[in-house]
């Protein structure tokens, strides 16, 4: 089990340009989600999926879309980067979001906007 | 509005004993949980409590005071493996974690 993949791990951007980010789980969970987060920060819920062909937004949903069309993977897209998208961001995968039920992180992808 | 309140730095000394205190204020709650993050990865579970009292696991117990809005992390004969972040999230009344901004506790020899 490789548990949850983020593909890249570093990128560099130019403001304006554009670029997804790729999250895969083997775990067959049901929900996923994607946080980033910044130095002095809790970790900020972007978006998130309940399910196979659902997204949901969360706290900062603002310059970023997000697909699920497969149960595994869930992609992060940002459209038109700007500076203050430079973090480092998580993907995580969880059963449900029922209480006890631990969300498993990926590795991160560490994002430069300039 | 939801807060979380945890101590942003926290020293300790190799083989000693270490509190992380966490106050929180959220709308509904299902728990709370605590996360490790050694620098540069990502966040692991540790520990989830939903009832009042302390979980022990190992060298880690947690603690929850639900009235209170109030939990702790106590790590026992620390490793300097320990050094590291240490993450508070409750969840809410919807299900969502909401994430503290993290203790760094360092640990010297």
């Known amino acids: 089990n490789a548990g949850v993949t983020q593909t890249p791990k570093f990128r560099v951007l130019k403001t304006g340009q554009s670029m997804t980010l790729l999250c895969a789980q083997d775990?067959?969970?049901?929900?996923m989600y994607w946080y980033r987060q910044d130095p002095g920060m809790g970790l900020r819920l972007i978006h998130y999926?309940?399910?196979?062909?659902?997204?949901a937004k969360g706290e900062v949903p603002d310059g970023y879309n997000v697909s699920r069309l497969k149960k595994q993977n869930f992609l992060l897209g940002l459209e038109s980067a700007a500076p203050s998208q430079t973090s480092v961001y998580f993907c995580?995968?969880?059963?449900?979001?029922?209480?006890?039920?631990?969300?498993?992180f990926g590795p991160g992808t560490r994002l430069t906007v300039l | 509005g939801q807060n979380i309140d945890q101590p942003t730095e926290m020293t300790a000394t190799e083989g000693a004993i270490v509190q992380i205190n966490c106050t929180y204020q959220?709308?509904?709650?299902?728990?709370l949980f605590w996360y490790q993050q050694h620098a540069g990865e990502a966040p692991t579970f540790l520990s989830y409590?939903?009832l009042d009292g302390l979980e022990e696991k190992g060298r880690f117990s947690s603690f929850l005071s639900r009235s209170k809005g109030y939990s702790y992390l106590l790590l026992k004969e620390l490793q300097m493996k320990d050094s590291a972040s240490y993450l508070c999230?409750?969840?809410?009344?919807?299900?969502?974690?909401?994430w503290g901004a993290g203790t760094k506790l360092i640990i010297k020899p």
């Open positions: 959220t709308s509904g709650f299902n728990g």
């Open positions: 409590n939903v």
């Open positions: 999230a409750p969840m809410d009344s919807n299900y969502q974690l909401i």
């Open positions: 999926s309940v399910g196979e062909g659902t997204t």
């Open positions: 995580a995968s969880s059963p449900t979001d029922g209480p006890q039920d631990t969300q498993y």
């Open positions: 775990m067959n969970h049901e929900y």
